[in-house]
């Protein structure tokens, strides 16, 4: 178990630890701009908490963050930490429509802002129903945030609070409604950092961590942040949009030996191998989460790189991944284990357990686990149930502990009375050399009954005929239950997707 001193703010054991422990000129964090310092870290850190207590922003209130990935953002994140105030990291991708609700529904003191989200977030500002008193740029103006650090004292002592208290949120968006604030306590960076970061992924203090996976994202938070700072660590951190390129020519400047990416980023690079030849040869290990890997791209990435990729599931809500493969225990197509510290289990709709073998709603209980939605009693009643959190999955487990991946719980299908998983599909469908990228939904034939349907990218210079999809019928006939095919093809030029790269598989749906 982990022990939560008195008074425990987790800034000091992220931020202030590490000048005790003689990190001062160990490099914390490097991007294209330059290093920084443990020693600069904390300075800057220190600064940032005095301004935002000099500008009068109250322990408890929320700073909403729509930061790029910067030595500002973890500034920002930890000075507000230690001045009790809440930092709220938001996706940088959004429309000023969204700014708008989430700066009405955190009712935030502060928000911050890289100028180059501006013409999005000012607008956002504009039409909210709740006006922040305290507005900055980030950097560039003379009343920015980094021009208005200069003049602040760089010491600065932690505010008392417990491993209890509310710490920061993060916001989930789901496929349907708004998103949803989640309210994470001061021990939860903590949790995800020892139980995934050291136990399950063998994060050291020499390690070099770069995550293609942004900060405002859980995900990227703990990748490119959390675990780094746990373990003494250094970061390298991209403000740019992640690439194949991009990230190539960040692994060869910077020389990460843990890279983390998602799905789809890693089926773009695989793609991009064809041409190039980056120099991998300081990564130990890539991660992939987000959503589920499937074991054909771990194949195509081993052989192209010759590294392995560990797949694991992690939420918003559950701050990082609860479900994971280890170094030396992947299976591929499955999300792994259960992490140390989290239980998990399968559940029906009547609420029994079910036993390993069938697919049911995955339920996942730890310490990491959100205390609520900010704000929305009804989507915290049916999301946290006690001590457990539906996690809005469908998984499968086995009687070995391993997890498989079927499908959101809303995403599945029934076909011909069947439950049938469009992911099974899919992963059969990406499978064939023509195919770069898969959707399948359920969408009613013309008696009404649900068939799966594809939505199918296609690799460059194939074409779309008939003759083809017949092929992929049969291609995903052959490998699968001969009722788990798509009825219906539609080649498209690309897959509607979330910000952070989720298929958006209800926009596929036909509308009724
Ligand atoms: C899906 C996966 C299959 C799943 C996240 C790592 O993705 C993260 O958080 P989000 O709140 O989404 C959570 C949902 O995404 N998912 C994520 N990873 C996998 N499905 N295999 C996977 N490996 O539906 C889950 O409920 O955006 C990932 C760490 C922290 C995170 N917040």
């Known amino acids: 178990a982990l022990a939560f001193p008195h008074g425990f703010n987790v800034a000091r054991v992220f931020i202030d630890r590490h000048l005790a422990e003689g990190r001062a000129a160990k490099i914390a964090v490097r991007t294209a701009q330059g290093d920084t310092s443990y020693a600069e870290l904390v300075a800057g850190v220190n600064r940032a908490a005095n301004l935002l207590t000099c500008l009068g922003i109250a322990q408890g209130e929320r700073l909403l963050m729509i930061v790029k990935d910067s ?7 930890w000075g507000a930490i230690k001045a009790g105030v809440v930092p709220v990291p938001l996706n940088t991708m959004l429309r000023a429509k969204d700014y708008a609700f ?3 529904d955190s009712g935030c003191a502060a928000l911050v802002y890289s ?17 922040p008193g305290v507005v900055m740029r980030a950097e560039g103006a003379e009343d920015g945030f980094a021009a208005r650090l200069t003049g602040q004292s760089d010491r600065f002592e932690a505010i008392p609070a417990s491993a209890e208290d509310d710490c920061f949120w993060l916001y989930s968006s789901g496929s349907t409604g708004n998103p949803k604030g989640a309210v994470h306590r001061h021990r939860d960076m903590v949790v995800t950092s020892e139980f995934y970061g050291v136990r399950t992924l063998g994060a050291r203090e020499d ?19 959390t675990f780094p700072l746990w373990v003494g660590g250094t970061s390298v951190l991209l403000d740019a949009r992640p690439t194949p390129q991009s990230t190539f ?13 998602v799905p789809t980023l890693y089926a773009a690079q695989i793609h991009a191998l064809d041409e190039v030849r980056p120099d991998f040869s300081s990564v130990r290990l890539c991660v992939s989460a987000g959503e589920a890997l499937p074991a054909e791209t771990l194949r195509r990435w081993k052989d192209r790189t010759g590294l392995d990729i560990l797949d694991g599931i992690g939420s918003t809500e559950l701050l990082h991944i609860f479900i994971s493969n280890r170094p030396d225990d992947i299976r591929p197509g499955t999300s792994g284990r259960m992490v140390e510290g989290y239980d998990g289990a399968v559940f029906d709709d009547e609420g029994n357990r079910l ?3 069938e697919s049911g709603r995955l339920m996942i209980r730890g310490l990491s686990a959100a205390r609520c939605y900010w704000n929305n009693p009804e989507r915290t009643a049916s999301t946290m149930l006690g001590e457990w959190l539906n996690t809005g999955d469908t998984y499968i487990c086995d009687a070995d502990g391993y997890f498989t991946y079927c499908g959101r719980s809303d995403d599945m299908l029934k076909v011909g009375g069947i439950w049938c998983s469009p992911f099974e599909i899919e992963a059969a469908l990406i499978e064939h050399p023509d195919v770069l990228e898969a959707a399948v939904v359920g969408n009613p034939d013309a008696e009404g009954l649900i068939k799966p349907e594809a939505y199918v990218v296609l690799a460059d210079g194939v074409r779309g005929t008939s003759s083809l999809q017949h092929t992929l019928a049969q291609h995903c006939k052959a490998r699968l239950a001969p009722y788990k095919f798509p009825r219906r093809f539609h080649f498209v030029d690309d897959l509607p997707k979330t910000a952070t790269g989720k298929i958006q598989r209800f926009r596929l749906r036909t509308q009724v």
């Open 102 to 104: 989430m700066i009405a």
């Open 71 to 77: 030595v500002a953002f973890l500034q920002l994140f």
């Open 249 to 261: 020519a960040m692994v060869e400047r910077f020389r990460p030996t843990l890279y983390f990416g």
């Open 207 to 225: 390690d070099v961590f770069f995550s293609a996976a942004k900060l405002f994202f859980a995900y990227g938070l703990g990748n490119g942040m």
């Open 355 to 357: 036993p390993p073998g």
């Open 115 to 131: 100028p180059e989200f501006a013409t999005e977030v000012e607008p956002g500002l504009a039409g909210a129903a709740h006006r």
